[in-house]
T-cell receptor, first 114, second 113 residues
Framework: AQSVSQHNHHVILSEAASLELGCNYS??????LFWYVQYPGQHLQLLLK??????LVKGIKGFEAEFIKSKFSFNLRKPSVQWSDTAEYFCAVNAASGTYKYIFGTGTRLKVLA | DTAVSQTPKYLVTQMGNDKSIKCEQNLGHDTMYWYKQDSKKFLKIMFSYNNKELIINETVPNRFSPKSPDKAHLNLHINSLELGDSAVYFC????????????FGQGTRLTVV
C-alpha cells in the first residue's frame, strides 16, 4: 500500500532562513508527486508537482523540490522564507497506474517569525 | 470563477441529525474525491468517483453516503451525525488520465454539537 511520511511536524524559522521539508513515500511502482500548501483557514493549493523528466521541480512562490528515486524522497526547499509562508505543507503521492487516489502525508506546520 | 465549489462552507448541527454537503467542479474533470481533515490536519481519503462510478470507498461508516449525479457533481450525505464527525470535509477533482493535479474546494467545516 502507498504511504507518505513527513518527518517534520512543526518547523519554526526566522524570515530569510532556508527551508527544507522532508517527504518520503512508500510504493513500488511509478508515482506522481505533489506538494500542497494550506494557509490558515483556506483550502489546499498546489505548490509544485512532479510527473516525469527533470527531477528538480520549480513551483510557485520560490519553492522547489527534488525527486530522488533511489531514496523515495521528494523534499521541498526554499532558500529564503517569508512571514507569508506560514502555513501547513502537505506532500502527496499517487500511483501512475492502478487505483487513482492521492495519499497525503501528515503535514508540516511551518511558522515563520517576522 | 471558482473551479471546485462546496456548499455550505460552515455547518453546525446537532447529534443525530442528517446533513448533506454539495460539491461542483467546472473544470471538465472526470474524477472527484471526498477527503476528511481532522483537528490535527490529517487528510484522509473517503471516497472517489470516476465518471459517476464509485471507485474508492475507504473504511468509512455506512452513515456516509456519496452520490454523483453527473461528472461535475459529488455530494456527501451523512446520517445520524456523531460528535466524531466534526471535521473539515474537502472535495477535490482531477482527470483520470493522470496528467494533472487534484484541485480542492474551499472545504466545509462541520461541527456536531
Amino acid at each position: 500500500a502507498q504511504s507518505v511520511s513527513q518527518h517534520n511536524h512543526h518547523v519554526i524559522l526566522s524570515e530569510a532562513a532556508s527551508l527544507e521539508l522532508g517527504c518520503n513515500y512508500s510504493y513500488g511502482g511509478t508515482v506522481n508527486l505533489f506538494w500542497y500548501v494550506q494557509y490558515p483557514g483556506q483550502h489546499l493549493q498546489l505548490l509544485l508537482k512532479y510527473f516525469s523528466g527533470d527531477p528538480l521541480v520549480k513551483g510557485i512562490k520560490g519553492f522547489e523540490a527534488e525527486f530522488i528515486k533511489s531514496k523515495f524522497s521528494f523534499n521541498l526547499r526554499k532558500p529564503s522564507v517569508q512571514w507569508s509562508d506560514t502555513a501547513e505543507y502537505f506532500c502527496a503521492v499517487n500511483a501512475a497506474s492502478g487505483t487513482y487516489k492521492y495519499i497525503f502525508g501528515t503535514g508540516t506546520r511551518l511558522k515563520v517569525l517576522a | 470563477d471558482t473551479a471546485v465549489s462546496q456548499t455550505p462552507k460552515y455547518l453546525v448541527t446537532q447529534m443525530g441529525n442528517d446533513k448533506s454537503i454539495k460539491c461542483e467542479q467546472n473544470l471538465g474533470h472526470d474524477t472527484m474525491y471526498w477527503y476528511k481533515q481532522d483537528s490535527k490536519k490529517f487528510l484522509k481519503i473517503m471516497f472517489s468517483y470516476n465518471n459517476k462510478e464509485l471507485i474508492i470507498n475507504e473504511t468509512v461508516p455506512n452513515r456516509f453516503s456519496p452520490k454523483s449525479p453527473d461528472k461535475a457533481h459529488l455530494n456527501l450525505h451523512i446520517n445520524s451525525l456523531e460528535l466524531g464527525d466534526s471535521a473539515v470535509y474537502f472535495c477535490a477533482s482531477t482527470t483520470s488520465d493522470r496528467n494533472t493535479e487534484a484541485f480542492f474546494g474551499q472545504g466545509t467545516r462541520l461541527t456536531v454539537v
